[in-house]
C-alpha cells in the first residue's frame, strides 16, 4: 500500500513537472520582414524566405505553415493570372494578407479554367474561377513568380524611405492621383502608399 501510494505521489509530481516546462514560452524563430530583400545569383530577389522564380508554392507554405486558397483571374485584354491567398499571416511580429502569383503554362490555365467549379464577377470587372481539388493540386509544385504583400499597419512616405530608402522612381497612379508609386527597381519592389489606404507591396521577378 505504502509502494502504490509512493507510486501515485511520484506520478502526480511528474505530470506537475511536466505541465510547467509546458507553460514556458518557446523561443520563436526570428520571421523575415519585408524590407529584408536578397538579391539572388540569378538576378532576382528573396524576400520572406521566397525565392522569385524558383521556390514552389509547397514550400511557401511550409515557410508561412499556412495553406493558401488558390484562383484564376482572368479580365478582358489581360493574360490570366494564377493566385494564391494568404488572408492573415503573421510574419516578425506584424500582421498582413498576402497574395503569390505562381507560374504555370497557358494551356493548362485554359483547361483549369473550363472545370472551374464557378466563375464570380469581381468589382473590378475580372472574373474569379474557383478551381477544382485536382487542378488546385496540382499548382504545389508551381514556382512563385511576384508576391503582393498588404501589411494591416499602414506605412507613410517617412517609414518606407526608412525601411527600403530612397526610391529610383516616385510618381503618381494614373487612376488614384492620391497614390504614389514608389520603385525600387534593383529589387523589382513597387510600393503603393495612400494615407487613406492601405499600403502595398508588390515584389516582382527582375530578369
Known amino acids: 500500500m505504502r509502494m502504490f501510494r509512493s507510486f501515485l505521489i511520484g506520478l ?3 505530470a506537475i513537472g511536466v505541465a510547467a516546462l509546458m507553460m514556458i514560452p518557446s523561443k520563436q524563430a526570428d520571421a523575415p520582414m519585408p524590407w529584408q530583400v536578397t538579391l539572388m545569383p540569378d538576378g532576382n530577389t528573396q524576400v520572406f524566405g521566397i525565392h ?4 514552389t508554392y509547397r514550400q511557401a507554405q511550409e515557410n ?5 486558397k488558390t484562383a484564376i483571374f482572368s479580365q478582358e485584354g489581360l493574360s490570366p493570372s494564377v493566385e494564391a491567398f494568404f488572408s492573415s499571416l503573421h510574419l516578425g511580429g506584424l500582421s498582413a494578407k498576402l497574395v503569390l502569383n505562381l507560374e504555370v503554362a497557358e494551356a493548362q490555365i485554359q483547361g483549369m479554367m473550363s472545370r472551374a467549379l464557378e ?3 469581381q468589382n473590378s470587372g475580372a472574373h474569379r474561377y474557383e478551381l477544382s481539388n485536382n487542378d488546385n493540386a496540382s499548382l504545389i509544385l508551381a514556382p512563385v513568380t511576384a508576391i503582393t504583400y498588404i501589411p494591416s499597419v499602414r506605412l507613410n512616405a517617412e517609414m518606407v524611405k526608412y525601411r527600403f530608402g530612397d526610391a529610383d522612381l516616385i510618381e ?3 487612376i488614384n492621383p492620391a497614390t504614389e508609386i514608389w520603385s525600387y527597381q534593383d529589387i523589382g519592389l513597387t510600393i503603393r502608399i495612400n494615407d487613406d489606404e492601405k499600403t502595398i507591396l508588390e515584389y516582382s521577378l527582375i530578369k
Open 64 to 68: 508561412f505553415h499556412s495553406y493558401g
Open 52 to 55: 522569385l522564380g524558383t521556390t
Open 119 to 121: 466563375a464570380r464577377l
Open 12 to 14: 502526480f509530481l511528474a
Open 172 to 174: 503618381a497612379d494614373s
